[in-house]
């Protein structure tokens, strides 16, 4: 998790913002930028609207204007991709797409309002509205951000497992090959030539 990516912080941001929520959704979509946000995405645009590269609100202007979603496109750092992440109600549910562009590929969360939102807190008051937010944030992080940009930690190659030869290791037979475990295998070195025994001894 960020350093700065905390449930107090993205309570922080929504406060900041002050969002005229319109429901849960709202409340969903808004926090789940925040969390995208301080994990490096870079908010480019809301809906149709692109983002004033000074506007650092986690519900910029435009960030409203459907009725029945919310959608937010981000840049990041470590790629050149784009990527459109659009909530939507799905039933009692909030279903997120996370669309990486120009592959096309689809990742997708599916949250219950339920979990996060109390019922009886008005929309206006973001820091008691939501609730469990820890287990927001890792939703996000988990299943919608490292899938959209996966961590290198991930996809690196242990060193250990770099510098064994699998190859090396299915070859040898003790007693039928020459050459030892421990052998340093080159398929481009070029063998030794075999001496051939003088016939004057």
């Not at 470590?78 to 459109?84: A, D, G, I, L, Q």
């Not at 937010?133 to 190659?157: E, G």
């Not at 003790?174 to 003088?198: F, K, M």
Request: hydrophobic fraction near 40%; proline fraction near 10%.
């Amino acid at each position: 998790m960020s350093a700065d990516l905390t449930a107090q912080s993205v309570l922080n941001d929504l406060d900041s913002a002050r969002p005229q929520l319109r429901t849960h959704l709202d409340a969903i979509a808004i926090s789940a930028n925040s969390v995208l946000r301080r994990l490096g995405f870079k908010c480019v645009a809301a809906g149709d609207q692109k983002i004033d590269a000074a506007d650092a609100s986690v519900a910029p202007a435009g960030w409203d204007q459907s009725h029945d979603s919310v959608s937010f496109t981000y840049t990041h750092s470590r790629t050149s991709n784009t990527y459109v992440v659009k909530f939507l109600e799905l039933g009692p549910k909030v279903l997120v797409h996370g669309i990486v562009l120009p592959e096309g590929i689809v990742h997708s969360l599916e949250l219950n309002p339920k979990d996060y939102i109390n019922d009886d807190v008005p929309l206006s008051e973001p820091q008691r509205l939501l609730r469990n937010v820890d287990d927001l944030v890792a939703r996000v992080r988990d299943s919608l951000a490292n899938k959209l940009v996966p961590p290198l930690a991930k996809a690196a190659v242990p060193p250990a497992a770099a510098q064994q030869s699998p190859l090396l290791e299915q070859q040898y037979r003790p007693g039928i090959d020459s050459r030892p475990p421990e052998y340093d295998y080159d398929p481009l070195r070029v063998p030794p030539v075999a001496r051939r025994p003088s016939p004057y001894g």
